[in-house]
């Protein structure tokens, strides 16, 4: 793909987004369901707004952790290491690898408004907290890895 598709495919990404926020948050609170006595539902389990406080958090902690991968990844090219997960033309493009970034968190956010929409709340918080955990794995890789250049003669 020509660096033009990428911007497209990246402000495409971005409008998805943003739907997906305004839909989301015009949402109703379910009634709870009564639960068999003896059993009492945890906190993450129980039917809440999908923009509350905990998710908008976890949300913010997967884009900073995308931005710390982006950032990750830059440094290492930098040191003369090449990226093995995604192809050079999108890596080398500001905006291409700027998009992927921008998805990623976006799909997080999708994929957790689907757990929120099948009423898997737990499910729902683990999506980000699984993806802050990976990203931030491989950012913390990117930065241990040794400077591989060629010596000066």
């Not at 409008?15 to 949402?27: D, E, H």
Request: glycine share 10%; charged share 15%.
């Amino acid at each position: 793909m020509c660096s033009r598709s990428w911007g497209i495919f990246a402000g495409l990404v971005v409008l998805l987004f943003c739907f997906s926020v305004t839909t989301a948050r015009g949402q109703q609170i379910s009634q709870p369901q009564k639960l068999p006595a003896g059993m009492n539902p945890s906190p993450s389990s129980l039917p809440h707004r999908f923009w509350d406080r905990t998710n908008t958090l976890l949300f913010a902690g997967v884009g900073v952790f995308r931005g710390l991968d982006y950032a990750s990844t830059r440094n290492m090219q930098a040191r003369g290491r090449e990226e093995i997960l995604l192809p050079d033309d999108v890596v080398n493009n500001s905006a291409a690898f700027a998009g992927v970034e921008a998805g990623g968190t976006a799909a997080s956010v999708g994929l957790s408004y689907l757990m929120h929409r099948t009423e898997h709340h737990k499910l729902e918080r683990w999506v980000s907290i699984a993806h802050i955990g990976v990203t931030g794995f491989g950012a913390a890789r990117n930065y241990a890895l040794k400077t591989h250049r060629a010596s000066a003669p």
